[in-house]
């Protein structure tokens, strides 16, 4: 790698708008911190970007420089994509610009926005979009992915809103991707991941909603397992695109809703959402309050938004996270079987297993029109091991329950959604992707990135260097 030195700093700093941090820097150590807290990486530098300018200078600079860059959206990768040892952070954390246009019922979002930006932005006018379920999460990472959610089943994954995009690419040039301009480049950006340039700016397309609906969690004791799932593989193979239903096997934490007597001891949850009329929804939904007496019944009418950060405190920031997923077709027997022994064993009282339900607006758009694959599966499972960072000896415990849990799974699995790889990332890219879908992901490499210079992410190599 070439070095830099101050003058190269200083010819840079004299007109970059943002923040660069240096590791001699105070703010340095907290610059460097991202979402999983497991992941401790230390860049030579990190460029927080104001605008689309300092985007293009840092990622000259980086060329220039033989920096390899790491680009930071919400920092949410588990992987720790997000940040580098000894290259560069490009960092979009500043920028989170955002704007409706209610006529058009669209939403502009910079790079560097949250799931709480297009939450709060878009409800302020009745409107959403699929977002995540944890309002930190990046929206920058989350879209090039695929982006799941609550509403996916009425309103597509968040890729099937997404209209245009502002891209800075691996030569610091900048341009537009939508269906009529770069179209190729805009089919990779819905579900390549970061592969293929810095992604600027998003535009959505909004659907009304809200701002309330009926939404939340119900939950009973994990010997209820078994038949909670049976009742989610049957209800959800024919249920309403208005319904979105999520599982979630954990420990039950010390919530004050939650019977003392169940603290600390599994349970499954069901997380219901219902995106249409609230009278409509509580007729529909009644069936799940009717497959076992519940310990925890809180589906009630509440604002999209509240809904939407319900899982904020349980996935806080610093805390360490490793996790493994598959995605899955419906819930056998034998799949409920493994789910429920290994949830009985879960090592860690913050650990969660969600298991999301695909269907609906999601399987209706083909694998060809955009980089995400297998949409006819009809769950995804994420094996979320986590742990207080003072929790050292039990890394290894936690860890090794998640990769056994991953691989009783394996015979059952149909590949795996790309934001919900880990340190498998660079192994399990290419199951992320059917067979036509890589061809076409790795000539654009090609074409758009041919030095790999966007490396630090669920890498898809250009074709002439696979
Ligand atoms: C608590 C939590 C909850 C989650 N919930 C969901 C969920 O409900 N649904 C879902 O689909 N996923 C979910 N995820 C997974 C999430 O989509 C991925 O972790 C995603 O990568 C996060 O994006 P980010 O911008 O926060 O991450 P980052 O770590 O900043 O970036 C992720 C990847 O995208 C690249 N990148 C970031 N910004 C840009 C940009 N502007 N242009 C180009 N490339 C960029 C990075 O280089 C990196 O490779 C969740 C993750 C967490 C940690």
Redesign the pocket.
Known sequence: MKSFDKAAISALASDFQGLLILPEDPTYNAARQ??NGHIQRRPRLIARCSGVADVIAAVRFGREHGLNP?????????AG??ICDDGLVID?SMMTGSRVDPLARTIQLD?GCLNAHLDRESQAFGLAATG???SH??????T??????HLMRKFGLTIDALRSCDVVTAEGDFLVANERENSDLYWGLRGG??NF????NFTFELQALGPSILAGMIAWPMADAPRVLRFLREFMADAPDEVGIMANLRLAPPLPVIPAALHGKPIVALIATYAGQIDEGEAILQPIREIATPVVDAIAPRPYVTHQKMFDAA?PHGRHYYWKSHKLGPLTDEVIDIVVEHCEQITSPLSTVPIFSFGGAVARVSDEATAFPYRDAAHDINIVAAWHPEDVGGAERHIDWTRKFFDALKPHSRGV?V??TSDDAADRVRAAYSEQQWRRLTALKAKYDPTNYFR???NIAPHDRT
């Open positions: 991202i979402w790491s680009v930071r959206g919400g920092g949410h990768a588990v994509h997000a979009l790079g995540g379920i944890v999460t990046g929206i920058a990472g989350l090039l992915g695929g982006g799941i959610g991941g970061g340039g810095i992604v600027t996935m959604y934001n919900f630090m992410n669920a």
